[in-house]
């Protein structure tokens, strides 16, 4: 029964009907910007598969990355500015406004738990921070890919989160896993909604969806802009490179902070998953002012070693004069961090 409920649900003549208002829905799809393709070719199958699975050398840490405990002392409760920790990947928890938001909350042991091989984190026992958090007033959720909308995740999260906004179409998973339809709100892309004081704008990316056989892109993916009276943080959200970074900077820019997609990246499919250096001039057309790469340090989803996607990142900022934070995971920062370390080298 768990296997059958990480497929989420289809969408149904109704969801259908709303889908089709949306001038990104083509009668069938949901459809980029740009055109955009998975440009694989069949006959390299055999060698990509054996490289993706089998050749492991440096694709994740030699021992586990450990995550720094929990604890709401932590933060600054008076303080109506960005407060962060990032746990892996995408998953990032906020305090924004005073409210408590969680981004992506993938959480889970596993980014492909209907996979004939698992893809493990590469942190234990992730899962249980879930459960040491407080109350959490809003959930975001860019796309219904499973290494950002988690089944698991969300079973244990779903009693402790007063609203949701989401991508339009990813509403039909939450529903069937038992989230009261009434505090999901679904979003097309450049649609905005006030919560508490924060204006909260879904915007385009370069991707695609699905979680099951039939439904690939019968739900929208992208990214949000959560405005402030007094900052403006951007989360990019999983994109190929393209103009719509420009747009969104002349349209909702400057940001003071953006979490940036950066990692699981690969030649064939290069227009759905930026390079590092990439990811660096899509914050640079936006006009970011200080930055962190994500979407890495959390699961072996391509062929990369595991640290590949930070190196190139800091050396292109670096580069480019963009300011940027690296923060362990599990640690608090703010919108003004500006820190490299290097943790991951002693890893």
């Known amino acids: 029964m768990k296997f059958l409920k990480q497929f989420g649900a289809k969408p149904s003549a109704d969801d259908l009907k709303r889908y089709s208002l949306s001038k990104n829905w083509n009668g069938k799809i949901f459809e980029n910007i740009e055109k955009t393709t998975m440009d694989f070719s069949w006959s390299k199958l055999p060698s990509f598969l054996k ?6 050398k440096g694709k994740a840490p030699e021992t586990n990355i450990t995550i720094k405990p929990f604890s709401s002392q932590l933060f600054d409760k008076a303080s109506n500015l960005m407060q962060s ?8 928890f906020m305090q924004l406004n ?11 042991h596993d980014a492909a738990p209907i996979a004939p091989f698992a893809v493990r984190r590469f942190s234990e026992h992730v899962l249980k921070v879930v459960e040491e958090f407080p109350q959490i007033d809003l959930v975001l959720l860019s796309h219904d890919h499973y290494d950002h909308l988690d ?16 991508a339009l179409g990813v509403k039909r998973h939450l529903v069937s896993w038992g989230i009261n339809p009434d505090i999901i709100t679904e979003f097309d892309w450049w649609e905005n909604k006030v919560f508490k004081g924060i204006t909260i704008t879904f915007t385009p990316t370069r991707h695609f969806s699905g979680r ?4 690939r892109s019968q739900s929208l993916w992208g ?6 009276a007094q900052e403006n943080i951007w989360f990019s959200g999983d994109s190929g490179y393209g103009k719509h970074f420009k747009e969104i900077g002349d349209r909702l820019g400057p940001f003071d902070f953006a979490f940036m997609e950066c990692g699981q990246y690969n030649e064939n499919w290069h ?10 001039q899509a914050a640079i057309d936006a006009d970011v002012q200080n930055c962190m790469p994500v979407h890495w340090a959390g699961f072996v989803l391509a062929q990369h070693s595991w640290t590949d996607p930070v190196e190139r990142f800091t050396a292109k ?12 995971i599990g640690e608090l920062f703010t919108a003004k961090t500006i820190r490299n370390e290097k943790w991951w080298k002693e890893v």
Not at 51 to 56: A, D, I, P, S, Y
Not at 317 to 328: D, G, I, S
């Open 151 to 166: 089944y698991d995740s969300i079973s244990i999260l779903k009693d402790k989160v007063s609203c949701f906004y989401v």
């Open 223 to 228: 990214g949000f802009v959560l405005k402030t």
């Open 317 to 328: 900022a670096t580069t480019e004069n963009l300011k940027f934070v690296v923060p362990k």
């Open 98 to 108: 005073r409210h408590t938001i969680l981004i992506d909350p993938m959480f889970g």
């Open 212 to 215: 099951g056989v039939g439904d």
């Open 51 to 56: 490289k993706q699975f089998f050749e492991k």
């Open 271 to 280: 227009q759905i998953h930026m390079y590092p250096e990439e990811s660096v």
């Open 85 to 92: 920790i990032w746990y892996g990947h995408s998953a990032i």
